[in-house]
């Protein structure tokens, strides 16, 4: 406090002013070129307090601090750090340095009725040892209470007496590490004995760090003055007007500027380290935290300023924890790290505030006794914040107060209630209070005790045996169009493969594409009459067979299934099907979820709230069209809750069934972490009550309560009361229709690339037919006919299913089609002799042109040749 009035003098006489005890963060405002802090500032030390508290999981702190310049000055430093490091400060504690004996008693009983039991103390050590003592005698010294000192007190601890002393037991004091070394210990040696002969009486006198410093800000002025020099150390008096002040007429030191800018730029290695002035101040080395057990304190880490907390100095781990400091021995002689505050057995019990229901009262149940006057509260909610209290390894006490207006009804919405809360009014919040994003910014949430999504309840419907479409429901129509197309497609991939060794695929054009279709859509349901030859056939109809067998056995399961469950179908299922439509919707009183409806499209006229599960029955009873709803929204809790009441009524639908046809980012607005208890902004009691949450959750007295309060119908409970789509996609099998596919294309493309490598030479030939577009007419001709060198063709005469003869035999009838049937209605497996002109067909006969002949065409028979096709 005397700093500011000697840097002024030090200003006006341009001396220099060098201090190593004020600490005050307040004096590095002053800009004075001449002043020169030779201590530690007091907010250096701010980081480390903070990592201490941080390190033991400490959610809250109160500073006690002297209520002076140098407490005061002290105290926003100390408020930023700790609010850096999310530590919540529920009070301030300012002594006067004057107080007696009985203030400071009144001022630890506020701190003692208080949950927090984690106190920072900033003050000289005079009165933080009145202050102790009076702690000690009161029970603040005992199991539990953390004590954290500023350097003001521990570097001054050996000036204190035994009692005060005896009293600190168990706290933790911050200083500025002063390293051993050689030089340090003779200086002591000597200092002691020359003190010692100034002052005979005193035994074992020791030197605290103020002297140290001291003593190295000598060392920094004599050199500074060695490199000012000592030419110009005169003083001068000020050309000032005779009726001036007292300070305007002071003498100023010529030599003054030299020797500050000496002063400044002096480093050298002192006693208690590298002393350097950097704008003036000396620079912040490590610290020391100590703990006072025994006769003095006990070194039991340190912190700097790049690695943290550390157990040693040249320790290669610099991570903050409690697990790096020596063995602790907190007040109450305890080893075990106080939780940082307490339920005060003298203070209020926690005020619980809860929300006043019209309806779906078995969450919670606020009834008031009229003779009595009695307020009882009961509900779901209730029954699992009274388990997990008891969970709690130390007892709570507290009641729940109603959020009601005078008259009983309720004082507002469940945004109010935990608005409350954050003013202060609740010290939590009890119910069924859902845990979302804006309610978090102002008061914190346990983990949720149930899980907590938004489901459409809807009236079932039954529609089955109504639908005379219902048979292609099983199947999406992607899935049907793909189906077609691979008929068809391999329908003509085998056609390609068997029309020129197999005379079941010849004739005219429509008979071709009739009896492709028809082998192809036959295998579906039963063995086809005509055979395949080709090897490269026969695997594609059987990978197309097994394609077939898996894609008839899942319709058959999905439209059984499709045609049992049609019943509890509910009327509508997709969300934009309600707006689109201008549907009528239903929402609880007061829920967020008309915020949610509102994002989606909704608009006002649209959207009806109800209060209780009687009042929905009644707005589904009304239907659209008479002023009542088409659909439900709610949280999954309550719509469990009345489907388990009606479930022959209602059925629910899942967001992953209602919103397959909505934008994927409205989707994510129907998630939430379900229902949670509400607490104050940085109450220590969150973490204990989320873990008790866990224990409860985890065991079967949920089970138990969820029992005892939603579970009225065992058919209901048991029955699956969720809708899911059951409709086939093409996702589900493309894997098949991917195999099919290449296969089928493999053998088309093989054959094809076989036929016209063979028939390569008249694609050549240019002389017969010198255009491109005749030459792969006359490609195709020969294409559609029958190939005489085929396998089956040459055992055609055995089995009398071939479409050539063996030579001195009738040609069977190629261009009339398929052996005419028997009267019985069979095919006859007998060939005919004769074409319908009566002549009997040729045998095919080589060409008497050499075969090596590039430019002679073969010229098959007229007769077995179609023009038409």
Known sequence: ????????????????????????????????????????????QVNVITAIIQAFGWREAVPVYVDNVYGVAFIPYLMDALQVGDTRVPYQSAISPSANDDQILGELRKLMNMQTRVFIVHMFPSLGARLFIKAKEIGMMSEGYVWIMTDGMTNLLSSLDPSAIDSMQGALGVRPYVPRTKELEYFRVRWK?????????????????????????????????????????????????????DLETLKFFQNGPNLAEALSNTCFRGLTGDFLFINNQLQSSAFEIVNLNGVGPKGIGFWTSDRGL?????????????????????????????????????????????????GFREFVNVTRDPFTKVTKVTGYCIDVFDAVMKELPYPVDYDYIPFALPNGSSAGTYNDLVYQVHLGNFDAAVGDITIIANRSLYVDYTLPYTECNVLMLGRVQDEKNKNAMIFLKPLSWELWVTIFCFFLFIGFVVWVLEHRINDDFQGPPFYQAG?????????????????????????????WSFVLLILTQSYTASLASLLTVQRLQPSVIYVNELIQNRETVGYPVGSFIYGILKGLGFQDNQLVSYNSPEELDKLFSEGTGNHGIAAAFDESPYIKFIWARSCSNYTTVEPSTFMLKTQSRNFQQFKTDGYGFVFRRGSPLVPDVSKAILKVTENDKMRRIEDAWFVK????????????????????????????????????????????????EILKDSNSRPSIWSRMLHLLRIFNQMDPKA???????????SGINAPGEAAPNLRNGPAQADPNGEPSTEHVDSISDGQTTPDVVPSSEPANNPNQEIQPSTDITHENN
């Open 1 to 44: 406090m005397q700093a500011n009035f000697v840097i002024e003098l030090g200003q006006k006489a341009k001396v220099p002013i060098i201090s190593f005890s004020a600490s005050s963060p307040f004096l590095t405002s002053i800009r004075s070129p001449y002043f020169f802090q030779a201590t530690q500032n007091d907010k250096a």
């Open 193 to 245: 004995k020359k003190f010692h002969r100034d002052h005979p009486d005193i035994v074992d006198a020791e030197l605290n760090i103020y002297g140290l410093w001291a003593y190295d800000a000598t060392m920094a002025l004599a050199m500074a003055i060695e490199e000012a020099g000592t030419a110009n150390f005169s003083i001068q008096r000020a050309n000032v007007p005779r009726n001036s002040t």
């Open 310 to 358: 550390v157990k040693k100095l040249n320790s290669a781990t610099n991570v903050s924890s409690k697990a790096k400091l020596s063995t602790i021995i907190w007040p109450g002689d305890s080893t075990s790290v106080p939780k940082g505050w307490e339920i005060p057995t003298n203070g209020k019990r926690l005020q619980i505030g809860v929300p006043v229901k019209v």
């Open 515 to 543: 009896t492709s279709l028809w082998f192809a859509f036959s295998t579906m349901i039963f063995a086809h009459r005509e055979r395949v030859f080709n090897n490269w056939a026969r695997l594609v109809v059987i990978i």
């Open 713 to 760: 119908d065992s058919k209901c409970h048991e029955r699956n009361n969720s809708v899911s789509c059951s409709v086939l996609g093409i996702d589900s099998f493309w894997g098949l229709f991917s195999i099919a596919g290449a296969i089928s294309l493999s053998a088309l493309v093989t054959y094809t690339a076989k036929f016209i490598h063979e028939h390569w």
């Open 791 to 801: 396998h089956t063709l040459e055992k055609g005469g055995e089995d009398g299913r």
